[in-house]
């Protein structure tokens, strides 16, 4: 897109951006397809209060570090979050950036709007396409609600403390039907630094080796993710 930013180039770059979130957020394929482009825009770049910090590890605040949070609309009103990874930011800005170049209407108000169109892509259609070329044994299970089941039942594997449970559960949008008293670090703090661990070893296929581990145990090693540099100014990704 970068080099040829043609409506062709837009569209498979947003299709595959709108497909990559979902899979690894395991959310609702509508309720990212709408996500709105002003809730990018005005997402908190603000750096991790020092006060929060104590209460994670170095780990917890490098994730921190390393993904952005979008809070968009969810099922009944409620506000859920999307976790980025720094790739994800990196093609969303390039799709910002081309957008009346590749015939967006100004009007357009959808994060992945097609071109010459007032509505965003589907997000369950793009899962289904790009399911179906992976080569997956199943790729009809590659979909936001078969997806959701498997974070939600995977979860059982590990150690989670009920207050871990609800967190899981709160980040995906499901009712937490019994409300328990504990201390809780902000909520935007506890998806970067304690649900990003358990989407990332979902993601690597390694959750199966955290089984009867706490969110609070599980640890990754740090050189197998690629932290951002934030104070590097390094150059942008080629997102062709």
């Known amino acids: 897109l970068k080099s040829d930013p043609s409506p062709q180039a837009y569209r498979e770059l947003c299709r595959t951006t709108l497909a990559k979130i979902i899979l690894f957020n395991r959310r609702r394929g509508g309720e990212v397809s709408k996500m709105q482009l002003s809730a990018f825009l005005e997402r908190d770049t603000t750096p991790l209060h020092k006060d929060v910090a104590v209460g994670l590890t170095e780990?917890?605040?490098?994730?921190c570090a390393h993904f952005s949070r979008v809070e968009i609309?969810?099922?009944?009103?409620?506000k859920v979050a999307v976790l980025l990874s720094p790739d994800m930011v990196e093609a969303i800005t390039q799709l910002i950036s081309k957008r009346r170049e590749c015939g967006v209407p100004d009007k357009n108000t959808f994060l992945f709007?097609?071109?010459?169109?007032?509505?965003p892509y589907r997000g369950q259609d793009c899962l289904r396409v790009y399911a179906n070329d992976s080569g997956a044994q199943s790729p009809e299970l590659l979909r936001s609600t078969q997806l959701r089941k498997h974070v939600a039942t995977l979860s059982q594997v590990l150690n989670l403390r009920n207050h871990e449970l609800d967190q899981v559960a709160n980040f995906l949008g499901?009712?937490?039907?019994v409300h328990r008293e504990y201390y809780r670090?902000?909520?935007a703090t506890t998806q970067l630094a304690k649900i990003s661990k358990l989407?990332?070893?979902m993601e690597r296929g390694t959750l199966a080796n955290l089984q009867?581990?706490?969110?609070?145990?599980?640890e990754i090693e740090v050189d197998?993710?690629?932290l951002s540099d934030t104070e590097s100014g390094q150059s942008e990704v080629d997102c062709d």
């Open 73 to 78: 609309k969810g099922k009944r009103g409620r």
């Open 212 to 218: 009867g581990k706490t969110l609070e145990e599980i």
């Open 224 to 226: 197998e993710l690629e």
């Open 113 to 119: 709007a097609i071109p010459n169109c007032l509505t």
């Open 59 to 63: 780990f917890e605040r490098q994730l």
């Open 185 to 187: 670090l902000p909520e």
């Open 199 to 201: 989407l990332l070893a």
């Open 174 to 177: 499901h009712d937490i039907r």
